[in-house]
């Protein structure tokens, strides 16, 4: 049996929860905030980072690792594609989502959404600001011209498409969208990404948790 441990409102949580809806594989998740000072899930997850996920005996930590890990010993269906060229280009994707995307986008996050709602303090808006107009628009420059005007980013919904966008969902709930007037192709692929089947009851089971459910 499955387990994976983690905040599912995560970015990176997030990718693996739909990498596992992907492969329609039953796992029970244990909501699990990082950093804790837990010494069972020290065990499991020895930097005390989310997500880690146990697979019988064996333990795997880090998000790009687990969905690697799945996608070996789970294959069908695929989330990274078989051509090795495509494939080292989902994971440098999906590792700038992970990076950069998640460094500035989750600080937006952070400093309108976690400050404010949950650390009861006070937002940096000069921050929030600097990220905003100097930081993120070279970073979405480039992305613009990876996404594809339709569809995603191989034939079919995979790592890859999760792993960039991932981020920007969590800026989406501090009030943050990417201006589609600038770019047009990300701002279209974020909303399909969100609209996956994979991805959407995701998004309305985390709505509800950080109540923001309508």
């Known amino acids: 049996m499955i387990t994976l441990y983690g905040a ?4 990176f949580v997030r990718k693996v929860l739909a990498v596992l809806a992907i492969k329609q594989l039953p796992f029970e998740h244990i909501q699990q905030m990082p950093f804790a000072n837990d010494a069972e899930f020290k ?4 930097l005390g980072k989310i997500p880690a996920l146990k697979d019988g005996d ?21 989330v990274y594609p078989i051509d090795p060229a495509d494939k080292a280009r989902a994971r ?4 700038l989502g992970d990076t950069k995307v998640a460094e500035l986008a989750s600080g937006i996050f952070f400093q ?8 009861q303090q006070a937002t940096d808006e000069a921050l929030v600001e600097k990220i905003i107009t100097q930081q993120l628009p070279p970073c979405l420059d480039y992305i613009e011209t990876q996404v594809p005007a339709e569809g995603f ?4 919904f995979g790592a890859a498409d ?10 989406s709930y501090a009030g943050y969208e990417v201006d589609a007037a600038r770019w047009p ?3 279209s692929f974020i909303q399909r990404v969100k609209s996956h089947p994979a991805i959407s009851p995701l998004l309305t089971t985390e709505a509800q948790m950080l109540g923001l459910a309508q």
């Open 8 to 11: 599912s409102a995560s970015p």
């Open 43 to 46: 065990k499991i997850s020895p």
């Open 58 to 78: 064996i333990t795997v930590c880090d998000s790009t690792v687990i969905c690697e890990f799945l996608e070996d010993s789970y294959p069908n269906p695929a």
């Open 92 to 95: 440098w994707l999906e590792d």
């Open 112 to 119: 309108r959404f976690m400050r404010p709602m949950v650390l």
């Open 153 to 156: 980013i191989f034939e079919d």
């Open 162 to 171: 999760i792993g960039l966008i991932s981020s920007f969902i969590n800026a």
């Open 185 to 187: 192709l990300l701002a």
